[in-house]
Protein backbone atom coordinates (compact mmCIF):
# COMPACT_ATOMS: atom_id res chain seq x y z
CA UNK A 1 0.00 0.00 0.00
CA UNK A 2 1.26 3.26 -1.00
CA UNK A 3 2.32 5.52 2.21
CA UNK A 4 2.15 9.13 0.94
CA UNK A 5 -1.25 9.94 0.14
CA UNK A 6 -2.08 13.78 -1.91
CA UNK A 7 -4.86 15.81 -1.11
CA UNK A 8 -6.81 17.05 -3.35
CA UNK A 9 -6.36 14.56 -5.92
CA UNK A 10 -7.10 17.75 -7.88
CA UNK A 11 -7.28 21.47 -7.78
CA UNK A 12 -8.23 24.12 -10.38
CA UNK A 13 -6.97 28.02 -9.77
CA UNK A 14 -6.67 31.22 -11.76
CA UNK A 15 -3.39 32.66 -12.48
CA UNK A 16 -1.99 34.78 -9.63
CA UNK A 17 -3.76 32.66 -6.55
CA UNK A 18 -2.40 30.66 -4.47
CA UNK A 19 -2.25 26.77 -4.45
CA UNK A 20 -2.20 24.57 -1.68
CA UNK A 21 -1.61 20.52 -1.32
CA UNK A 22 -0.92 18.06 1.53
CA UNK A 23 0.28 14.88 2.00
CA UNK A 24 0.30 12.47 4.64
CA UNK A 25 2.08 9.43 5.49
CA UNK A 26 2.17 6.38 7.91
CA UNK A 27 5.64 5.77 9.23
CA UNK A 28 9.06 7.59 10.15
CA UNK A 29 10.99 9.03 7.69
CA UNK A 30 14.53 10.56 7.08
CA UNK A 31 13.41 12.78 4.48
CA UNK A 32 10.47 14.24 2.68
CA UNK A 33 10.54 15.34 -1.17
CA UNK A 34 8.23 16.85 -3.78
CA UNK A 35 8.40 16.69 -7.23
CA UNK A 36 6.36 17.81 -10.37
CA UNK A 37 5.86 15.96 -13.14
CA UNK A 38 4.53 17.56 -16.76
CA UNK A 39 2.31 16.45 -19.07
CA UNK A 40 2.91 12.68 -17.56
CA UNK A 41 7.03 12.05 -18.67
CA UNK A 42 9.65 14.85 -17.14
CA UNK A 43 10.23 14.50 -12.86
CA UNK A 44 11.12 17.52 -11.63
CA UNK A 45 12.62 17.63 -8.20
CA UNK A 46 10.90 20.89 -6.06
CA UNK A 47 12.63 20.23 -2.47
CA UNK A 48 13.59 18.60 0.00
CA UNK A 49 12.51 18.57 4.03
CA UNK A 50 14.30 16.92 6.39
CA UNK A 51 12.22 15.01 9.56
CA UNK A 52 14.31 17.57 11.91
CA UNK A 53 13.13 20.42 9.42
CA UNK A 54 9.28 22.44 9.95
CA UNK A 55 9.55 24.62 6.83
CA UNK A 56 11.25 25.54 3.91
CA UNK A 57 11.37 28.03 1.44
CA UNK A 58 12.44 27.95 -2.60
CA UNK A 59 11.50 30.79 -4.45
CA UNK A 60 7.77 30.51 -4.71
CA UNK A 61 7.48 27.20 -2.81
CA UNK A 62 7.35 26.82 0.98
CA UNK A 63 6.47 23.60 2.09
CA UNK A 64 6.39 22.61 5.80
CA UNK A 65 6.61 19.10 7.46
CA UNK A 66 4.45 18.34 10.77
CA UNK A 67 6.16 14.51 12.26
CA UNK A 68 3.73 14.40 14.84
CA UNK A 69 0.78 14.90 12.39
CA UNK A 70 3.05 13.01 9.44
CA UNK A 71 1.85 15.64 7.16
CA UNK A 72 3.29 18.14 4.66
CA UNK A 73 2.22 20.59 3.25
CA UNK A 74 3.43 22.66 0.25
CA UNK A 75 2.34 25.97 -0.70
CA UNK A 76 2.72 27.86 -4.15
CA UNK A 77 2.38 31.17 -4.36
CA UNK A 78 1.08 33.87 -6.95
CA UNK A 79 0.40 30.43 -9.39
CA UNK A 80 1.44 30.66 -13.44
CA UNK A 81 0.00 28.54 -15.94
CA UNK A 82 3.51 27.03 -16.27
CA UNK A 83 2.78 25.72 -13.18
CA UNK A 84 0.04 23.16 -14.06
CA UNK A 85 1.25 19.91 -13.51
CA UNK A 86 0.69 17.01 -11.19
CA UNK A 87 2.75 17.19 -7.78
CA UNK A 88 3.96 14.14 -5.63
CA UNK A 89 5.41 13.73 -2.19
CA UNK A 90 7.72 11.12 -1.67
CA UNK A 91 9.06 9.78 1.23
CA UNK A 92 11.72 7.64 2.04
CA UNK A 93 12.36 5.09 5.35
CA UNK A 94 14.82 5.62 8.34
CA UNK A 95 17.27 3.15 6.52
CA UNK A 96 18.33 5.88 4.59
CA UNK A 97 17.20 3.86 1.66
CA UNK A 98 16.30 5.44 -1.56
CA UNK A 99 12.82 2.92 -2.35
CA UNK A 100 10.59 6.36 -2.35
CA UNK A 101 6.98 5.65 -1.71
CA UNK A 102 4.75 8.28 -3.91
CA UNK A 103 1.48 8.95 -3.65
CA UNK A 104 -1.13 9.61 -6.13
CA UNK A 105 -0.36 12.93 -6.70
CA UNK A 106 -2.07 16.34 -7.05
CA UNK A 107 -3.43 17.31 -10.47
CA UNK A 108 -2.81 21.12 -10.56
CA UNK A 109 -4.78 23.26 -13.47
CA UNK A 110 -3.60 27.19 -13.28
CA UNK A 111 -6.04 28.53 -15.86
CA UNK A 112 -4.76 31.72 -17.64
CA UNK B 1 26.88 19.18 -16.60
CA UNK B 2 24.07 16.08 -18.02
CA UNK B 3 21.40 14.97 -15.73
CA UNK B 4 19.92 11.35 -15.93
CA UNK B 5 19.78 9.86 -19.15
CA UNK B 6 17.50 6.77 -20.02
CA UNK B 7 17.26 4.68 -23.37
CA UNK B 8 15.07 4.03 -25.67
CA UNK B 9 12.38 6.74 -24.60
CA UNK B 10 9.25 4.70 -26.60
CA UNK B 11 9.46 0.73 -26.88
CA UNK B 12 6.87 -1.24 -28.26
CA UNK B 13 6.86 -4.85 -27.31
CA UNK B 14 5.41 -8.05 -28.07
CA UNK B 15 3.93 -9.96 -25.01
CA UNK B 16 6.02 -12.39 -24.11
CA UNK B 17 9.35 -10.51 -25.33
CA UNK B 18 12.07 -9.25 -23.27
CA UNK B 19 13.15 -5.19 -22.47
CA UNK B 20 15.96 -4.15 -21.69
CA UNK B 21 15.94 -0.11 -20.34
CA UNK B 22 18.66 1.66 -19.59
CA UNK B 23 19.80 4.54 -17.57
CA UNK B 24 22.60 6.79 -16.75
CA UNK B 25 23.17 8.84 -13.68
CA UNK B 26 24.20 12.18 -12.89
CA UNK B 27 28.23 11.99 -13.02
CA UNK B 28 29.09 11.81 -9.35
CA UNK B 29 26.38 9.86 -8.22
CA UNK B 30 26.26 6.27 -6.90
CA UNK B 31 22.94 5.22 -6.70
CA UNK B 32 20.16 4.32 -9.15
CA UNK B 33 16.51 3.72 -8.46
CA UNK B 34 14.07 2.04 -10.55
CA UNK B 35 10.20 3.31 -10.35
CA UNK B 36 6.94 1.89 -12.38
CA UNK B 37 4.39 4.24 -13.12
CA UNK B 38 1.04 3.18 -14.84
CA UNK B 39 -1.17 5.90 -16.25
CA UNK B 40 -2.90 7.88 -13.31
CA UNK B 41 -0.52 6.93 -10.35
CA UNK B 42 2.00 7.64 -8.65
CA UNK B 43 5.22 5.72 -9.62
CA UNK B 44 5.62 2.61 -7.42
CA UNK B 45 9.60 1.51 -6.53
CA UNK B 46 10.72 -1.82 -8.00
CA UNK B 47 14.76 -1.97 -7.16
CA UNK B 48 17.39 0.36 -5.95
CA UNK B 49 20.95 -0.28 -6.31
CA UNK B 50 24.45 1.13 -4.71
CA UNK B 51 27.94 0.84 -5.26
CA UNK B 52 26.57 -2.01 -7.91
CA UNK B 53 24.71 -4.08 -4.94
CA UNK B 54 21.27 -4.44 -4.51
CA UNK B 55 19.65 -2.24 -1.55
CA UNK B 56 16.01 -2.65 -2.11
CA UNK B 57 13.45 -4.09 -4.11
CA UNK B 58 9.98 -3.74 -4.05
CA UNK B 59 6.78 -5.66 -4.81
CA UNK B 60 7.89 -6.62 -8.13
CA UNK B 61 7.91 -10.23 -9.45
CA UNK B 62 10.82 -12.20 -10.27
CA UNK B 63 10.24 -11.35 -14.14
CA UNK B 64 11.65 -8.12 -13.24
CA UNK B 65 16.03 -7.98 -11.92
CA UNK B 66 18.07 -5.38 -13.02
CA UNK B 67 21.86 -4.74 -12.42
CA UNK B 68 24.72 -1.60 -12.00
CA UNK B 69 27.60 -1.64 -13.74
CA UNK B 70 31.03 -0.42 -12.37
CA UNK B 71 30.48 3.32 -13.92
CA UNK B 72 27.14 3.01 -12.22
CA UNK B 73 25.11 2.96 -15.11
CA UNK B 74 22.22 0.67 -14.94
CA UNK B 75 20.35 -1.88 -16.52
CA UNK B 76 16.29 -2.88 -15.78
CA UNK B 77 15.35 -6.16 -17.41
CA UNK B 78 11.77 -7.84 -17.97
CA UNK B 79 10.98 -10.89 -18.89
CA UNK B 80 7.69 -12.55 -20.26
CA UNK B 81 6.15 -9.39 -20.71
CA UNK B 82 2.39 -8.66 -19.76
CA UNK B 83 -0.02 -6.51 -20.78
CA UNK B 84 0.01 -4.93 -17.56
CA UNK B 85 3.83 -4.56 -17.77
CA UNK B 86 3.27 -1.09 -20.12
CA UNK B 87 3.72 1.42 -17.87
CA UNK B 88 6.39 5.33 -17.75
CA UNK B 89 9.25 3.51 -16.56
CA UNK B 90 11.44 6.08 -14.64
CA UNK B 91 15.05 5.78 -13.24
CA UNK B 92 16.16 7.91 -10.32
CA UNK B 93 19.82 9.13 -9.38
CA UNK B 94 21.19 10.16 -6.02
CA UNK B 95 24.83 9.87 -3.81
CA UNK B 96 22.59 7.40 -1.85
CA UNK B 97 20.63 9.24 0.50
CA UNK B 98 18.86 12.82 0.01
CA UNK B 99 17.82 14.43 -3.33
CA UNK B 100 17.01 12.32 -5.67
CA UNK B 101 16.73 13.60 -9.81
CA UNK B 102 15.18 11.37 -12.61
CA UNK B 103 15.09 10.50 -15.74
CA UNK B 104 12.60 11.28 -18.51
CA UNK B 105 11.82 7.85 -18.20
CA UNK B 106 10.99 5.23 -20.65
CA UNK B 107 7.28 5.02 -21.96
CA UNK B 108 6.81 0.81 -22.55
CA UNK B 109 4.41 -0.22 -24.43
CA UNK B 110 3.14 -4.19 -24.76
CA UNK B 111 0.58 -5.04 -27.27
Known amino acids: SQQGEEDPQALSIQEGENATMNCSYK?????LQWYRQNSGRGFVHLIL?????REKHSGRLRVTLDTSKKSSSLLITASRAADTASYFC????????????FGPGTRLSVLP | DAGVTQSPTHLIKTRGQHVTLRCSPI?????VSWYQQVLGQGPQFIFQ???????GRGNFPDRFSARQFPNYSSELNVNALLLGDSALYLC??????????FGQGTRLTVV
Open chain 2, 92 to 101: ASSTGSGEAF
Open chain 1, 27 to 31: TSINN
Open chain 1, 49 to 53: IRSNE
Open chain 1, 90 to 101: ATDGRNYGQNFV
Open chain 2, 27 to 31: SGHKS
Open chain 2, 49 to 55: YYEKEER
